[in-house]
């Protein structure tokens, strides 16, 4: 993140003072513009706790899977039909949990790339803004230093943020630097279409000079933005969501976006904004690793499925341990197999209700 403050300080350097107004020429940051960027870098902070919170509710279904598993384990009964659906039912279970402890696992890795792919492209959010605030002298007047203007972009700027405000309550907000040990909303809270879309549609991050109201950042010589033979050819903050490359005479910003552009399907152009690119499709990838862990073998165990189950190699193998479910049942499951597999079906059923009626009436270990 340092490398910000490097730049920023070249640039300084490189700078001429000029007390003539520049309508063509670049001002400060608008915070209007930045501030949609903003409520990103405020999501990908909450991210992580959200994720994480998804992840202990998929532990929740696991500690009660085992909780049926130990009720089976405890359950008996002396009759053949019985012992067979309860070994059955036991490979199932066991077979389920494997599944769901591997989802799991992946889920697990998800979420700690999208975590810390997020809190990086943030953290460079947070120390951009942070860098023009400190670099905003005054809050208003022409001859002020003003790299975080309060005008939209486009306009003249007229005032700024003080470094010595606050920027809570302000249209930057979101990146005040932080990261929330918990947080309240839920993944449908964060990230949103509408605030990607905001992002998206940015055109304008830059306000107009006024006077000798300018900003180092953006101004190396009268009139002209990054001025070609200066020095510095292209420079990049915020991780590259904001780029700005060297121009001939006093040509306008060969880029006035937040770097944030989507190609299809919720998929963002990394070719814009590598870590921010990166940041939101790891938390796509980790939102959805996380809608698919479920029991699904074992909760799609019901009487009235045995046609839907009677392919299932897991199943097959379970009801009938000597035999090899590719070689023996090519065809799956035969209609004569279905008492049997109503056997473990109603086991399962009668064990899910026995559960439910231990868990509501007050702790299961006791019992």
Known sequence: ?????????????????????????????????????????????????????????????LDEHRKLQDLLAATTNCTTGFQEAKEALSVILLQAERQLLKDYKTETADVLKAASAGAYWA?????FVATTKFLTTGD??????????KERGGAKTATGLKHTETIDQSDVAGCKPRLPT????????????STLADA????????????????????VASGAYHKAGSG????????????????????????????LKVRANGVYDDKENTSLADALSLTRSARKASSGIKLTLSETLTGERFDNNKNVHTIIQAMYPSKSAAADFPQGLPAEAKPRYDNVAKL??????????????GDFAAK
């Open 200 to 219: 998206q549609g940015v055109n304008q991050i830059y306000t107009l000079v006024a006077a000798s109201a300018r900003c180092p950042l953006t101004k």
């Open 1 to 61: 993140m340092n490398v910000i403050f490097l730049v920023a300080s070249a640039v300084l350097l490189a700078s001429a003072p000029d007390a003539a107004d520049d309508a063509t020429g670049e001002g400060g940051f608008s915070m209007q513009a930045l501030g949609k960027a903003c409520k990103i870098s405020e999501d990908l902070k909450h991210n992580p706790s959200v994720l994480l919170a998804e992840l202990q509710t998929k532990l929740e279904i």
């Open 123 to 127: 953290g460079g959010m947070d120390e």
């Open 232 to 259: 510095i050819t292209k420079t990049a903050f915020a991780l590259g969501s904001i780029t700005m490359t060297a121009q001939n005479r006093n040509a306008a910003p060969t880029s006035r976006s937040l770097g």
């Open 182 to 193: 918990s947080s309240s909303k839920t993944a449908a809270q964060i990230l949103q279409d």
């Open 348 to 361: 399962y059923k009668n064990l899910k209700g026995k559960l439910q009626a231990m868990k509501t009436e």
């Open 140 to 149: 208003d007047g022409p001859s002020e230093v003003i790299c975080l203007a």
